[in-house]
């Protein structure tokens, strides 16, 4: 009998693209520590990029995310998306069956995918007679829709007004996360479970550190290219280090990331600013294989975010040993926990005497260093557990 029925609708929606996003890989953990832990119990399910919802093929949901998994770790992102018609016989093998399930299951979503339709999630929950148990990321476009792309906003508080509507339980990735989502539940008047379950942290692929030709030391910045991760300081710190130092003396930074939206000002520094030539790099898809070795090479990870729900690359580059300067955010503090060197994200000068140290190996870096043994990584078999007593919970109540 199914217990759990798992919507991997985002992962079906990347079938074209070679290179994972953080909601991506989330979504891939739900579906390998759900299937670890109940195994035929656990159904697949997806609102189909050709429009139906419905459950899926199990041999073919797990060939699927076999395919993905082998992209991720060797493929560099070039081209950008396979072409259509390449990937319609795969997108065939995974067009859903239509029917519910008998009453007693616990429906699991963990990406944004389709709650900006309410109508559709209900009549989902409808069909398959199902508790609904939701992960929710962060509230960003809704605090802060300077950040978001101009609809961004009020796509995002459907979202949240739909989970709040019809969600059974929710999964948050951080306290922080909880505090902003609580009102939403409150104002719907419904009583309904908060459960914080950090993010776990990603496994590396194996390999040797990287070395940059000329052995300057290097800085990796991950995440994809938007206002709210202020790639600007960061550009016209490194501008100014290249005007003021020595080629030599001026280390590298490398930026790992999809360019996405309302981020002229960053493309025109990448594209046109003649001093960050030679000293920044620019890595729009990145194999998991070549990124573990940046970050397990680079002086230190930075992110010097204005907003985050959570901090995924904190945890990884942490993981590896490599130390982290980042923004004094909530989020950011329940995930690197002590170790990080926290700073504001407009504090120019603080980022630069904090870079420089680190490029030397200089006090500060040798503190984080030593604080650094005693960070705990979350990870997936905690959050995992966290909502298997979750969805026990649910089948409790039905």
């Known amino acids: ?27 891939m953990a739900y579906a390998r520590g759900l299937l670890a832990l109940h195994g035929e119990r656990l159904d697949f399910a997806a609102v189909h990029p050709a429009g139906p919802y419905g459950r899926l093929s ?95 906003a009020a796509l995002h508080r459907r979202r949240i007004e739909t989970v709040a509507a019809h ?14 989502l609580q009102p939403w539940l409150d104002r719907a ?7 914080v379950a950090l993010l776990g942290t990603e496994r590396l692929a194996p390999g040797e550190p990287s070395v940059q030709s000329d052995d300057r030391p290097y800085f990796v910045c991950l995440g994809t290219i938007e206002p709210r991760k202020n790639h600007l300081l960061l550009l ?25 939206w309302e981020n002229e000002q960053v493309i025109d520094m990448l594209e046109r600013c003649p001093a960050l030539e030679g000293h920044v ?23 010097p975010s204005f907003a985050e729900g959570y901090g995924m690359p904190v945890a990884e580059a942490l993981s590896v040993g490599t130390p982290v300067l980042c923004s004094d955010l909530p989020a950011l503090r329940e995930t690197g926990q002590e170790a990080p060197d926290y700073l504001g994200p407009l504090d120019g000068p603080g980022w630069k005497a904090m870079i420089m140290d680190h490029a030397a190996r200089g006090p500060a870096h040798a503190a984080q260093m030593q604080r650094m043994p005693r960070w705990q990584a979350p990870t997936w078999d905690d959050h995992v557990a966290i909502v298997a007593g979750a969805i026990a919970q649910l089948k409790a109540r039905i």
Not at 102 to 129: D, W
Not at 173 to 179: D, H, K, P, W, Y
Not at 189 to 195: F, L, M, T
């Open 1 to 27: 009998m199914t217990e759990t029925i798992l919507d991997i609708s985002r992962l079906i929606s990347r079938i074209r693209y070679s290179t994972p996003s953080g909601v991506d890989r989330v979504e």
């Open 58 to 152: 199990r041999p073919a949901a797990l060939a699927y995310l076999d395919e993905l998994e082998r992209r991720w770790s060797c493929e560099e992102d070039s081209p950008r998306q396979r072409s259509l018609p390449s990937v319609l016989p795969l997108l065939a093998t995974l067009l859903p069956r239509r029917g519910g399930g008998a009453k007693g299951a616990v429906y699991v979503q963990a990406s944004p995918h389709h709650l900006t339709n309410p109508a559709k999630v209900r009549r989902i929950l409808e069909r398959e007679q199902a508790r609904f148990l939701c992960l929710v990321h962060d509230l960003i476009p809704i605090e802060f829709p300077e950040y978001a792309r101009p609809s961004g």
């Open 167 to 180: 969600a059974d339980a929710v999964i948050v990735n951080s306290a922080a996360t909880g505090r902003s």
């Open 189 to 195: 008047g419904r009583r309904v479970a908060v459960h």
């Open 236 to 260: 016209h710190l490194w501008r100014h280090l290249a005007e003021t130092l020595p080629a030599h003396a001026v280390p590298r930074l490398i930026i790992i990331g999809r360019r996405g």
């Open 281 to 303: 790099e620019e890595l729009g898809g990145c194999p998991d294989a070549r990124l573990a070795g940046l970050l397990r090479g680079a002086r230190a990870l930075l992110m």
